[in-house]
């Protein structure tokens, strides 16, 4: 005879993900030269909600970076920008507000190479950070499979005997005003 799962066991399970780890160290206080100790709380545990999240983040960022000639953002860099989003979303860090992109990825440049990713970097739990991975390779293949499908129906559009040069250039404008939307879209998955 097997058991059923209960709302005890699928509560107990869901808590793992309130649950906070300190990680406590010491430094200087910039302000007063003193050596005080200071936390930084990590949730070890990464909620699906959250992870879709962070990716949302990291892909607002990527389209925004991708839009701008005067920012070098490097493919290489790509993995430690997922790292960073998810030490961003999973910690009690400090997250840059501001709207401008050069600002936000000055940030991250900045925060990458301090000692604190690396302190954050250390205490992530493989597994978890998997989930993370796991998720960006699977919008990136919905991406690619609904970017495929799109050109694949513009072209079929284009190669279309529309009755009237106006219905053709309707269409053709239409798909055009569109590509945000099409870019929201593959945001969201």
């Known amino acids: 005879m097997t058991n059923k799962v209960t709302m ?7 808590n793992k993900y309130k649950e906070a780890v300190q990680i406590e160290f010491e430094d200087t206080d910039p302000k007063t030269n003193e050596i005080k100790t200071y936390t930084i709380n ?3 545990y990464f909620e699906p909600q959250r992870i ?4 949302m983040s990291l892909q607002k960022d990527l389209i925004e970076l991708n839009q701008r000639e005067d920012i070098k953002f490097n493919d290489e860099l790509i993995p430690l920008f997922v790292i960073y989003h998810t030490i961003l979303e999973f910690t009690d860090l400090p997250k840059p507000r501001s709207k401008s992109i050069q600002r936000r990825f000055s940030y991250f440049t900045s925060f990458v190479n301090s000692k604190y990713f690396k302190l954050v970097e250390e205490h992530l739990i493989e597994s978890e950070v998997y989930k ?5 390779m699977r919008v990136v293949l919905e991406s690619e499979r609904l970017e495929r499908m799109a050109n694949k129906f513009k072209n079929e559009l ?11 250039d309707a269409v053709l404008n239409s798909l055009d005003k569109n590509k945000e939307w099409f870019d929201w879209l593959i945001l969201k998955i």
């Open 8 to 14: 005890q066991m699928i509560e107990a399970d869901y």
């Open 52 to 55: 879709d999240k962070a990716i």
């Open 42 to 44: 990590l949730f070890p």
């Open 132 to 136: 993370v991975w796991d998720k960006v």
């Open 158 to 168: 284009l190669n279309y005997d529309f009755k009237t040069p106006e219905i053709r």
